[in-house]
């Protein structure tokens, strides 16, 4: 410990009067490769050692478990908080995963089973089975004494289930009424409601942050098809969760299919995968952009001045884009906006794009006419149309950015594909191809006649 402390104070951890923060520990553990990590693990008191595996935040937990011996691998995990025991023994292979969990006494087993039936993302995968309950009909000082009981193996006290005769849910409490109320007095009667809000255990994880933050909950039941709950969602179980489904999205939105662990912790092998995949994709897509400048082969030749703004109008296009889709990604998420939606956000893009377009093309017909007056460059006599193609050009490229940017996210969803999968490069890439149609369009329009 002596050396983990100074390790720990090295890497510019602060340490406590008796050691390491157990979240600073995991930090270090966590920079450590597996082997060493076991090593460590293994030499700590098992009080510490299943603090740790619980941390959500210590990603290398299936890999170090695997490492220790089984015995001592099984003692842990029989341990931890259910739903954490789940996850961990859900990311190792099922050679691997199978005899801790033979092992297991049959209480605990069935447990984890019932949580490794559902989907990660689920409420039944978040979900922990050991919450608080009591019967409906208790007294708050029965209710208080049954926790005081069962307090060391429960995640969470601080929301109660009470439950009927025929086992069904019939209200939630929290512990700060009760510790507040008359000992005598029902606890039923602290229930701000008798109609609990609950989620069933395929309810995604995103609803169920959503109903959390909306109802300012600590915790959300999960119950079956007849009300009689199964576990309970905490409120850092959401937290958790939405980080993981947050980061997802962002590598997602980057073009890169979602890592399935840390950056420093994926193989070099894996990284390619999760990245040739869409580069391919883009790469394929960006070959219709020579397509369409060859089209307009004839006109570049024969003004070649068009070429020195053509990045200038690419990227314009592919930033408004990639404004809108951000915009509508986060709406979509929160439930800001839904699929519905879809004819409002289109009559607000329309113009915003047209505006944006002005500005961005008043601006390029500026630089035209300063550079020309200054004598930086000479774009020969018809600067002037020249410099009134830019900024149309602009106009129609950064409208159509902004509401094909905006729709994509709707078309994704409405067929069923993650909006987030709108990744920015791809968004670029599709105004990209359609940008260059705009500006050599509207410079047949304008200059024909003159330069071409």
């Given at each position: 410990?002596?050396n ?10 602060r ?10 520990f ?5 920079s ?6 076991a ?19 210590f ?16 003692r ?36 984890l ?24 009909d ?14 060391h ?10 439950i ?13 009424r ?12 602290l ?32 119950v079956?098809?007849?009300?009689r ?15 993981a ?8 939105f ?39 400048m060859?089209?307009f ?6 003004a ?16 408004s884009?990639s ?6 990604i ?10 519905k ?5 289109a ?11 002005g ?19 000479d ?28 729709m994509?996210p709707?078309l ?8 987030a999968?709108?990744s920015?490069p791809?968004v670029?890439?599709?105004v ?21």
């Amino acid at each position: 410990m002596v050396n983990d402390l100074i390790a720990g104070v090295a890497a510019g951890f602060r340490p406590a009067k008796r050691g390491l923060y157990l979240a600073d520990f995991v930090e270090m553990l966590q920079s450590l490769p597996p082997a060493e990590a076991a090593a460590k693990l293994l030499h700590m008191p098992d009080v510490r050692a299943v603090g740790v595996l619980d941390r959500p935040e210590f990603v290398a937990a299936s890999d170090v478990l695997a490492l220790l011996p089984p015995a001592r691998a099984v003692r842990l995990v029989s341990q931890m908080a259910e739903d954490r025991a789940a996850d961990v023994l859900a990311a190792m292979d099922e050679a691997t995963a199978a005899p801790i969990l033979a092992a297991l006494s049959p209480e605990v087993r069935r447990s984890l089973d019932s949580l490794l039936a559902w989907a990660s993302d689920s409420a039944g995968g978040m979900m922990t089975t050991e919450y608080v309950a009591a019967p409906s009909d208790a007294t708050v000082g029965a209710v208080l004494n049954h926790i005081r009981t069962v307090e060391h193996n429960r995640e969470t006290v601080y929301s109660i289930f009470l439950i009927d005769g025929t086992g069904r849910l019939a209200a939630t409490i929290s512990l700060r009424r009760l510790i507040a109320a008359d000992p005598a007095s029902p606890a039923i009667a602290l229930a701000r409601d008798r109609d609990p809000i609950t989620v069933a255990p395929d309810t995604d994880r995103e609803i169920i942050g959503d109903l959390i933050r909306r109802h300012d909950l600590l915790a959300l039941p999960v119950v079956d098809a007849d009300d009689r709950p199964l576990g309970i969602v905490t409120v850092d179980d959401v937290l958790d969760a939405l980080v993981a489904e947050h980061t997802e999205d962002a590598q997602k939105f980057g073009g890169v299919e979602a890592l399935d662990g840390p950056y420093l912790q994926t193989g070099f092998l894996a990284m390619i995968r999760k990245r040739a995949g869409w580069l391919s994709v883009l790469f394929l897509s960006e070959m219709l952009t020579a397509s369409a400048m060859q089209h307009f082969e004839t006109e570049l030749e024969r003004a070649v001045v068009l070429t020195l703004f053509i990045p200038l109008i690419m990227s314009s296009g592919g930033n408004s884009g990639s404004q809108a889709t951000s915009l509508i990604i986060r709406a979509l998420a929160l439930g800001q906006v839904r699929l519905k939606d879809w004819w409002r956000v289109a009559l607000r893009e329309i113009p915003a794009g047209l505006v944006l377009g002005g500005i961005l093309g008043a601006v390029g017909l500026a630089r035209i006419a300063l550079w020309q007056g200054l004598g930086f460059y000479d774009y020969g006599p018809h600067w002037g149309l020249i410099g009134a193609t830019v900024a149309t050009g602009l106009v129609g490229i950064v409208t159509f950015g902004s509401l094909a940017g905006s729709m994509l996210p709707f078309l994704l969803q409405r067929i069923g594909f993650d909006p987030a999968s709108a990744s920015a490069p791809f968004v670029a890439t599709l105004v990209d191809v359609t940008g260059l149609v705009i500006y050599f369009s509207i410079a047949l329009a304008i200059l024909s006649g003159t330069l071409l």
